[in-house]
Nanobody, 119 residues
Framework: QVQLVESGGGLVQAGGSLRLSCAAS????????MGWFRQAPGKEREFVAA????????YYGDSVKGRFTISRDNAKKTVYLQMNSLKPEDTAVYYC????????????WGQGTQVTVSS
């Protein structure tokens, strides 16, 4: 089993920045990728960013490209999401997720952390 715990959410004004963290514990030795997703009230879950755990290659959703940066610290088993130039439409619950292998979906999820951007 893998446990994921997000932190770093909060309330910020438009144009501001936040950094989210996701610490993994448990059976993490076969992690292929880690990702961030978000879900706003009344909307479907949206892909935000992902990072290949071994290679460090990164992928972003169109709505956050150029503003958000995903990174990881392998030794700390932690993935980060640096969010800059935040907009009110970025308001959502942000979830961290783990993908065990290329053939798997994101199967382990954290509890989520609320990000609220005021205008």
């Amino acid at each position: 089993q893998v446990q994921l715990v997000e932190s770093g959410g909060g309330l910020v004004q438009a144009g501001g920045s936040l950094r989210l963290s996701c610490a993994a514990s448990g059976r993490t030795f076969s992690t292929y990728a880690m990702g961030w997703f978000r879900q706003a009230p009344g909307k479907e879950r949206e892909f935000v960013a992902a990072i290949n755990w071994a290679l460090g290659s990164t992928y972003y959703g169109d709505s956050v490209k150029g503003r958000f940066t995903i990174s990881r610290d392998n030794a700390k088993k932690t993935v980060y999401l640096q969010m800059n130039s935040l907009k009110p439409e970025d308001t959502a619950v942000y979830y961290c997720a783990r993908r065990a292998s290329p053939g798997d979906d994101f199967g382990s999820w954290g509890q989520g952390t609320q990000v609220t951007v005021s205008s």
